[in-house]
């Protein structure tokens, strides 16, 4: 497949018609679009998902505002305006045009109406042109593919472990499958097992023995355990897959934690420190009001006490305070309603009760009369105590001082948290706990998925036992001997599907590595490679010690590349093998070889980013050679990594994406020795907008 | 440039499912080609619902070749 034309009217920032031009230039197989921030350069890469599937990629911001805002305040009034994309592209030996449109009108009463919008397409083959559908699209480029051959490499960013990145990651897993076509065969063999389950059975009103049910109740176990070994066999590497990418982040959390471990010691510290002055305080508070409390009479006069010792004396003799009455008692009467005797009360004498227990209250009065009264004496002729009042002074020096230690540990805590905010919500302790757990599930599931593959075939033995056994006591059955002939077609149908479902994962797998790393050797600067585990899922071995190793994120983000390419390299064969092998013509299959040389196209968006200057470098110089065509959109301060490529003379075309405005800026672009402006400045006052130029080449 | 001797290397070996469907008898044959095909023209995204009718069709398609074959 090759892209020729890329044809653009009024999409997004682009106002008017631009047409971008792919190189087809075998040596010359780069094109090169260049734009600064906020020109366009996403909505280019989503111009060809549009045109193809009518969708945006995942994250491209308002996917909903597609028409040119600048095209449609230009619109008269009762008019209409259209937006446009079309693609030209050659495959095959056919050539295809897809349109997509969207037209605006604006109503007499100025409001702009957006039309549903339409695809049309055609392919010319040897002179002659045929319409055709979305669904031929599809079968071309399948739309579950679209994000690795139309790839947004910005999105994997400065982090590999950021959200984008797992995303790309866990969706390479299912292109797979896509590629492989394997959904269709799993699919199928759901409907059969449906089939054989439920509608080819003996008819309920047929009269049975027990050696039927007994075969009945034994195939439906034996077919259930295989159902739910292949499902586990699905599901167990996607858990292992969000597994891993968790740990990845724990992983992050706890260099992280580790980086800030100096400050949460000097933090945890201070905390400490509080803690003990606050103890401090409150121990010398308790002391001092224990020392007052003894002493009180030094602090406050004999006088007082001896006012209140004579006042409390006449309250006494003249039987102002009540006497005492226990409490305890009463509460036990009135609550259990008996005498002490066991005698049931009457409501009268309960009320009498309660209204003596009513005077407590005043009994306390009395008992703390009473108690003031044993005391007020020892107060008024206690002796002043020269060594206990300085014990009261050193108690309040202590919390002066310890009122200004914790004034200045407070404030150390708030500056350290300023600086390193981190360390208030990250506790290593936990993150850790949380990483042994998510390895502990990783471990049990791997387990586990060994397990099922161990087991995998004698399950399917077993059913395929029980089957032919059901198949033989139901042929005994006159009115069931066509059912059990029906059985035996579909158990062959379902048979021959997990074969080829296996072979087809097991040859693929070899082939995606394979790919992978041819990809991956001449873009890395170690010596590494990807294996790539039954359920799919790569890790990167060091080919020195054959173990796996942790790598940088320009080594993984390369290992995505890496897949990229490999999907662009094996399309154009697994494409063949999707039309020749459903078929199920007798000798039509033949022998399949992956094809590099014819790969896919493949659109990158800011492909640099994810690297540091050297992989940056290393990636421009051996992208000419992995792919046959490869179209880079970078921006103006990537363009130095692109130096290689014009040096030997590997680009084919390429433009420059410049924003109309009518602010001024001057910024600019040098391109092979000459400079080119990046804004151009527009007289009106209207909204900005992007257009395409031509850059020379070489 | 990618060169023939890299094509080589990525060989994607068919013959062993070439062998399986080969090894199919006749009405395994015309179930399993009719199968694959309306599933592809369903899309991957098949419900239970469409699951259950084509089930049921199977089922019948499949009665109807071993009465077919009965009769022969």
């Known amino acids: 497949m090759r892209l020729n034309r890329l044809t653009l009217t009024n999409w997004r920032s682009f106002k008017g018609t631009n047409t971008i031009e792919f190189t087809k230039d075998k040596q010359k197989n780069v094109t090169v679009i260049v734009g600064q921030n906020g020109?366009?350069?996403?909505?280019?890469?989503?111009?060809?998902?549009?045109?193809?599937?009518?969708?945006?990629?995942?994250?491209?911001?308002?996917?909903?505002?597609?028409?040119?805002?600048?095209?449609?305040?230009?619109?008269?009034?009762?008019?209409?305006?259209?937006?446009?994309?079309?693609?030209?592209?050659?495959?095959?030996?056919?050539?295809?045009?897809?349109?997509?449109?969207?037209?605006?009108?604006?109503?007499?009463?100025?409001?702009?109406?957006?039309?549903?919008?339409?695809?049309?397409?055609?392919?010319?083959?040897?002179?002659?042109?045929?319409?055709?559908?979305?669904?031929?699209?599809?079968?071309?480029?399948?739309?579950?593919?679209?994000?690795?051959?139309?790839?947004?490499?910005?999105?994997?960013?400065?982090?590999?472990?950021?959200?984008?990145?797992?995303?790309?990651?866990?969706?390479?897993?299912?292109?797979?499958?896509?590629?492989?076509?394997?959904?269709?065969?799993?699919?199928?063999?759901?409907?059969?097992?449906?089939?054989?389950?439920?509608?080819?059975?003996?008819?309920?009103?047929?009269p049975r023995d027990s050696s039927l049910d007994d075969a009945e109740n034994d195939l439906n176990i034996k077919r259930q355990k295989w159902e739910q070994a292949i499902e586990l066999k699905t599901k167990l590497p996607k858990e292992i897959k969000k597994l891993e990418a968790l740990i990845e982040d724990l992983n992050g959390e706890i260099e992280r934690a580790a980086q800030y471990q100096e400050a949460l010691n000097s933090l945890n510290n201070i905390k400490s420190d509080i803690k003990e002055t606050e103890i401090s305080t409150s121990n010398a508070r308790e002391r001092q009001i224990e020392l007052i409390n003894a002493n009180c009479a030094l602090l406050f006069g004999r006088e007082l006490f001896s006012k209140a010792s004579k006042i409390l004396d006449k309250a006494h003799r003249d039987n102002l305070i009540p006497p005492r009455v226990s409490t305890g008692l009463l509460e036990d009467i009135i609550e259990n309603n008996k005498c002490i005797c066991g005698r049931e009360l009457g409501h009268n004498e309960l009320l009498q009760i309660e209204a003596v227990r009513s005077k407590t209250v005043e009994d306390q009065i009395a008992e703390s009369a009473n108690s003031l009264r044993g005391r007020l004496p020892r107060l008024v002729d206690g002796e002043l105590d020269k060594i206990c009042a300085q014990e009261i002074l050193k108690y309040s020096i202590k919390i002066c001082e310890n009122g200004r230690k914790l004034a200045k540990l407070r404030a150390s805590q708030r500056e350290l948290l300023n600086e390193q905010p981190e360390i208030s919500y990250n506790d290593p302790n936990k993150t850790l706990e949380a990483w042994k757990e998510q390895n502990r599930r990783l471990q049990k599931y791997e387990t586990d998925l060994s397990e099922i593959d161990g087991k995998i075939d004698k399950f399917e033995n077993d059913k395929k036992a029980s089957e032919r056994k059901y198949q033989q006591i139901l042929s005994k059955y006159s009115s069931a001997k066509l059912v059990s002939r029906a059985r035996n077609i579909l158990s062959e149908v379902e048979d021959a599907l997990t074969k080829i479902q296996n072979a087809i994962r097991s040859s693929a797998r070899q082939d995606v590595e394979r790919a992978m790393n041819e990809f991956y050797g001449p873009l890395l600067l170690k010596d590494y490679y990807i294996n790539l585990t039954e359920e799919f899922r790569h890790e990167i071995v060091d080919k020195q010690t054959n173990s796996v190793v942790g790598v940088s994120s320009s080594e993984i983000a390369l290992a995505t590349f890496a897949f990229v390419g490999s999907l662009a390299g094996l399309m154009p064969v697994y494409s063949n093998l999707e039309r020749l092998i459903p078929t199920g013509e007798k000798g039509s299959v033949g022998e399949l070889h992956a094809d590099r040389y014819n790969a896919y196209p493949v659109v990158l968006d800011a492909p640099h980013s994810p690297f540091g200057p050297k992989y940056a470098l290393e990636f421009s110089k051996a992208l000419p050679d992995l792919l046959p065509q490869s179209i880079v959109i970078v921006r103006e301060d990537q363009l130095k990594y692109l130096d290689i490529l014009i040096e030997r003379n590997r680009i084919g075309s390429a433009y420059l994406l410049q924003l109309n405005t009518s602010q001024t800026n001057t910024s600019t672009i040098n391109w092979m020795g000459k400079q080119y402006a990046l804004v151009v400045k527009q007289d009106s006052e209207g909204p900005s907008f992007t257009n395409i130029s031509q850059l020379p080449i070489g | 440039m990618p060169t023939e001797d890299n094509q080589k290397k990525l060989t994607f070996n068919a013959e062993e499912i070439r062998e399986l469907i080969a090894e199919m008898q006749q009405d395994s044959l015309t179930i399993f080609a009719s199968i694959i095909s309306e599933v592809k023209d369903h899309g991957n995204a098949l419900t239970d619902v469409v699951i259950n009718e084509l089930a049921r069709k199977y089922a019948d398609k499949a009665r109807m070749l071993a009465k077919a074959g009965e009769e022969e």
């Open chain 1, 39 to 206: 020109t366009g350069k996403t909505a280019l890469l989503n111009a060809l998902t549009w045109v193809l599937y009518g969708d945006t990629t995942a994250g491209f911001r308002r996917p909903n505002d597609l028409f040119n805002h600048a095209a449609l305040k230009e619109i008269p009034k009762g008019k209409y305006e259209h937006m446009k994309i079309i693609l030209e592209l050659e495959h095959e030996g056919g050539d295809y045009e897809l349109i997509r449109k969207q037209e605006a009108i604006l109503s007499n009463e100025g409001n702009i109406i957006l039309s549903s919008p339409t695809f049309n397409a055609t392919l010319t083959r040897n002179g002659l042109t045929k319409h055709i559908e979305q669904d031929d699209i599809n079968g071309l480029l399948p739309p579950g593919l679209h994000p690795f051959f139309f790839f947004p490499a910005e999105n994997i960013g400065k982090d590999i472990d950021q959200n984008d990145a797992a995303a790309i990651r866990a969706s390479m897993s299912r292109a797979i499958d896509v590629l492989l076509g394997i959904e269709r065969y799993s699919n199928s063999l759901k409907i059969i097992s449906v089939a054989l389950s439920d509608y080819l059975r003996l008819p309920s009103n047929t």
